[in-house]
């Protein structure tokens, strides 16, 4: 291990040191250049004061700080160890780090979880952050130490459903990819005379009626409107009546013919299941 890198690696792991990141760095610079002008300019014209004792003070700090907090130069080697070192402090503070679904969904346990994750890995995310500005010190990106990166999810493509029922956000109950691949053909399928079947079949009339011939009719109360031309048809009632349908999947020519065709089917089921019950009894 080189010498810079060690002198980095412990300095890093020092309670209370940070490293300057770029902006505040030149922001340290930029404070430093404007009190070295300040102190100049009472000098030169002669002005003696507290100010001017202030200022000296002010450089000084700053000047202290920059020398300690500044980011050092470092060659291939040194960078290479950093590296490799914030790959086993990530590996550390993954561990038992609470995942992202558990964090917003606030499950039951998770604020304990937290607060116990954190304070056994303080030191570790403090020296985590300092070396990244190490390695990364031209950096912009807000983000850089933002320790919320190394955060695990349980979400994942083809990954099971993340509902919990006792978290303050529970989420919701769906089939993971995987699952969707499995389901059963008939799953799929919407019975027809469910409310669902009932839209999709009114959306296919429609469809089919597009572009066909239409005719006037009179309502009861006297208005004209326009239907499809549909040709004529026998009543399935058996009253052998021929009626022009209003809708392609009209089947009878009047609601007297539906229920009469729909009193005969009840009264045939009730005729077949008095047989059934006889028949069992013989036997």
């Not at 030191?123 to 010190?137: A, F, G, Q, T």
């Not at 509902?163 to 993971?176: R, W």
Request: net charge positive.
């Amino acid at each position: 291990m080189t010498q810079t890198a060690n002198d980095v690696l412990k300095k890093a792991g020092t309670p209370g040191h940070t490293f300057l990141r770029s902006e505040e760095r030149q922001d340290l610079e930029r404070d430093l250049v404007s009190e070295t002008e300040r102190i100049k300019h009472a000098q030169y014209f002669g002005v003696t004061s507290t100010n001017i004792g202030e200022s000296f003070a002010n450089k000084r700090r700053i000047q202290e700080r920059i020398n300690r907090e500044v980011v050092p130069d470092l060659d291939g080697e040194s960078k290479d160890i950093i590296a490799k070192e914030i790959e086993v402090i990530e590996g550390k503070i993954r561990h038992g780090m609470p995942t992202r679904e558990a964090q917003r969904r606030n499950e039951v346990g998770a604020v304990h979880h937290h607060i116990t994750w954190e304070n056994h890995n303080k030191s570790r995310i403090i020296k985590w952050k300092n070396l990244k500005k190490v390695l990364e010190n031209d950096s912009d990106d807000p983000d850089l130490c933002n320790v919320e990166r190394l955060r695990p999810t349980v979400i994942t493509t083809g990954g099971t459903s993340t509902f919990k029922a006792d978290a303050q956000i529970s989420g919701h109950v769906a089939l993971s990819e995987s699952a969707k691949e499995n389901v059963p053909g008939f799953m799929d399928k919407v019975p027809e005379g469910s409310g669902l079947g009932q839209i999709i079949a009114a959306d296919k009339v429609e469809e089919s009626t597009v572009g066909m011939d239409q005719i006037t009719r009179t309502t009861a109360t006297g208005r004209d409107v326009k239907q499809p031309a549909f040709e004529a048809r026998e009543c399935s009632c058996g009253c052998a009546k021929v009626f022009i349908p209003k809708i392609a999947k009209a089947k009878f020519a009047t609601s007297a013919c539906r229920s009469r065709f729909y009193s005969k089917q009840q009264a045939e089921k009730k005729r077949l299941a008095k047989q059934e019950a006889k028949e069992a009894m013989e036997v």
